[in-house]
Nanobody, 115 residues
């Protein structure tokens, strides 16, 4: 089992920044993927940014140039640095890890960007 815990959400004005953290614990051997997703009210959950165990990253077009995903392997933690935030970035942000083709999700953290 892998436990996933997100933190760092909050309320910020447009143009501001937030950093989200996603910590994985438990049986972490074999984790191949960690990613951030978000879901706004009435919308489907979408991929925001992800990183694989080999270091490859992927970003949604809507956040390229504004968001950066990074990891600290010693802490088993992945970060999402979000700059130049827009009201449309408002959503619940979820972290997902993949271990041996099984998904593990965190409980989510709310990000609200005011205009």
């Amino acid at each position: 089992q892998v436990q996933v815990v997100e933190s760092g959400g909050g309320l910020v004005q447009a143009g501001g920044s937030l950093r989200l953290s996603c910590a994985a614990s438990g049986s972490i051997f074999g984790i191949s993927f960690m990613g951030w997703y978000r879901q706004a009210p009435g919308e489907q959950r979408e991929l925001v940014a992800a990183v694989t165990s080999s270091g490859m990253t992927n970003y949604a077009d809507s956040v390229k140039g504004r968001f950066t995903i990074s990891g600290d392997s010693a802490k088993n933690t992945v970060y999402l640095q979000m700059n130049s935030l827009k009201p449309e970035d408002t959503a619940v942000y979820y972290c997902k890890t993949v271990k041996f083709s099984r998904d593990y999700w965190g409980q989510g953290t709310q990000v609200t960007v005011s205009s």
